[in-house]
């Protein structure tokens, strides 16, 4: 009779083999008992033993390869959390495209006390404050304007200013909404700073250097005759001017290297700013390093020009 352990242990192997394709074929994880069933407990546990399959979270595995990807972890945490449990902070601002930083920790709420020490990369709280969940990208995250506030309080407030303008750019999220929602956080962090900035955005505050521009540099009330985000049509074009005194055709742009830098936004910028001079504007032009770091510089070249097309009307 012939032995058929040669055959029952290449078959073990190619269950093992085709294990490992699964779970290297991308960043994701999955349960144990998902796993066992579709291949076998032995197939597993031999990958286990070997340390191509790792734990991820209790029950949760993934391979080796992709043990710190932040999507691998995100499938783990959904996999592994039950109703009431869902992903907030960084990671949920992710999911919900507010944000493209991506998190160094996964933060998670919950309704009620897990009563267990998650891995350094995952933080729980535990909320009494009312809200939704919703399901994208296969995990369950709060919704968005909880997500922005917890945010909020988890981030310095350098980033916490340039994280809440960009969440509200992604017009997923609405400042008003936030204004109203803000008050249900008793422990909010800088909650007046946070009103204060929604309260300029809803003006036409639209990026972190228009940001630092009302409130360190043109914050005086000689530049209250300037409106914001102002839509004009030029040369056949529409244009959104950062700052318009309308009564002296003044125009103040600021321009960040991330978008001004490059060969063709500088032509762009030459064209547009001829097509808005065709209408009677001038514009002035202010880079980052300007405004961070000659403030008072800036504040004079505006107030010399509108005094002197003052003169001229």
């Not at 800088?190 to 003006?203: G, K, P, V």
């Not at 001829?274 to 505006?302: H, P, Q």
Request: proline share 4%.
């Amino acid at each position: 009779m012939p032995c058929l352990l040669p055959y029952f242990e290449l078959m073990a192997k190619k269950t093992r083999d085709t294990l490992r394709e699964l779970l290297e074929s991308e960043p994701t994880s999955w349960h144990r008992d998902d796993l066992a069933h579709r291949f076998s407990h032995y197939a597993l546990d031999s990958l286990i033993k070997q340390g191509t399959a790792v734990r991820i979270l209790p029950a949760i595995y993934a391979a080796r390869k992709w043990r710190v990807s932040h999507p691998a972890r995100l499938s783990a945490v959904s996999l592994w959390a039950h109703n009431g449990v869902a992903v907030t902070g960084l990671a949920g601002a992710r999911l919900w495209r507010l944000s493209d930083q991506l998190p160094s920790r996964i933060d998670v709420i919950c309704r009620q006390p897990l009563h267990i020490t998650g891995p350094t990369w995952m933080r729980i709280h535990t909320t009494t404050i009312p809200g939704q969940s919703f399901i994208v990208g296969g995990v369950r995250v709060q919704d968005p304007e909880d997500v922005v506030l917890r945010t909020w309080n988890t981030l310095d407030p350098d980033d916490a200013v340039g994280f809440l303008i960009d969440a509200i750019r992604s017009g997923h999220v609405a400042a008003g909404k936030l204004i109203a929602r803000q008050h249900q956080y008793p422990r909010l962090k800088r909650r007046r700073a946070l009103i204060d900035l929604l309260a300029l955005m809803e003006r036409g505050i639209d990026s972190y250097l228009e940001y630092l521009a009302a409130t360190t540099v043109f914050d005086n009330p000689e530049f209250a005759d300037f409106e914001r985000q102002v839509r004009i049509s030029a040369g056949g074009q529409r244009y959104i001017l950062d700052m318009l005194d309308k009564a002296t055709k003044v125009a103040v742009e600021l321009d960040s290297s991330a978008h001004h830098s490059s060969d063709a936004a500088r032509r762009y910028d030459i064209e547009r700013d001829a097509n808005v001079a065709s209408m009677g504007i001038l514009t002035l032009r202010f880079t980052y390093e300007d405004i961070t770091r000659r403030a008072e510089w800036c504040r004079d070249k505006v107030r010399r020009t509108v005094a002197s097309r003052r003169v001229a009307l």
